[in-house]
């Protein structure tokens, strides 16, 4: 199976795994946006279009505004994480759909720092990649996770284990739900093969360390810092059984 101009397979799945793409009409909005690729660079090397000068400071702040976070580290680290999710559903969608992935190139996503799903990514172009796990990790990892990891790590001083450990878990995270989602429509088919594809992603060396995948339960060996912000608790994925009660880092933070 190809992959049709609309990604339309993604939609039953509800709007987390949506990709608004130009077959759907909404190009207009997504024009005057800044690409990953830009969003990922030193902004020193020149604004990004529309109102949001860095759009990664942009979202990191607003996660904190929204958190009442007491540090940055906070919102970039649950900001990377929502960013995160939305690349692994697009990507493990299509590949258990349709058995091919869309080519997501950071040039080739728009990105509103503003926004949330669907309508916070436009894919401006359709084409298809293979779906093993070496091609998925190329393309979520390599491509964007590791340049969002370091942009945010030159704005914040946030651990290169805890962005890894936030990849795992919204890897995870996104395999539950597919598996949730065939188990409702008769799909295990669908179930098999996200499980599997997740087990070889969390394999792989890119993400070596995330945590440790037992059936569908993921248990991370970082914390997210989550429970840092007011009434914040721990996740169920977190490697704390207790929130912390010292204000040191630890190790995995």
Not at 35 to 56: E, I, N, Q, S
Not at 164 to 171: K, Q, V
Not at 178 to 206: F, I, K, S, Y
Request: glycine share 12%.
């Amino acid at each position: 199976m190809t992959l049709d101009p609309g990604l339309g397979l993604l939609r039953p799945l509800g709007g987390f795994f949506a990709l608004h793409t130009p077959s759907d009409g909404s190009a207009g909005p997504a024009r005057g946006l800044p690409t990953l690729a830009h969003a990922y660079g030193d902004p020193a090397d020149g604004a990004a279009p529309g109102p949001f000068g860095d759009p990664l400071a942009f979202r990191v702040g607003k996660v904190v505004r929204a958190l009442r976070a007491p540090e940055e580290r906070i919102g970039a680290s649950v900001a990377q994480q929502g960013l995160a999710a939305r690349l692994w559903s697009v990507t493990l969608g299509c590949a258990v759909l349709y058995g091919c992935v869309p080519d997501l190139a950071p040039e080739l996503l728009r990105w509103d720092p503003d926004g949330s799903a669907p309508d916070d990514l436009w894919l401006t172009r359709v084409r298809s990649r293979p779906a093993d796990a070496a091609t998925v990790a190329e393309v979520v990892v390599d491509g964007h996770l590791e340049p969002l990891g370091a942009a945010l790590r030159a704005r914040h001083p946030v651990a290169a284990g805890l962005l890894r450990g936030n990849a795992g878990s919204a890897l995870a995270a996104t395999a539950r739900l597919l598996e949730q989602w065939a188990g409702g429509h008769g799909r295990p088919d669908v179930a098999a093969h996200a499980r599997a594809l997740t087990a070889d992603l969390l394999a792989d060396p890119r993400l070596a360390g995330a945590g440790v995948l037992t059936g569908a339960a993921f248990r991370r060996r970082s914390c997210c810092l989550y429970y840092r912000a007011p009434g914040g608790g721990l996740c169920g994925d977190c490697c704390f059984t207790r929130p912390p009660r010292s204000s040191p880092r630890a190790p995995s933070e």
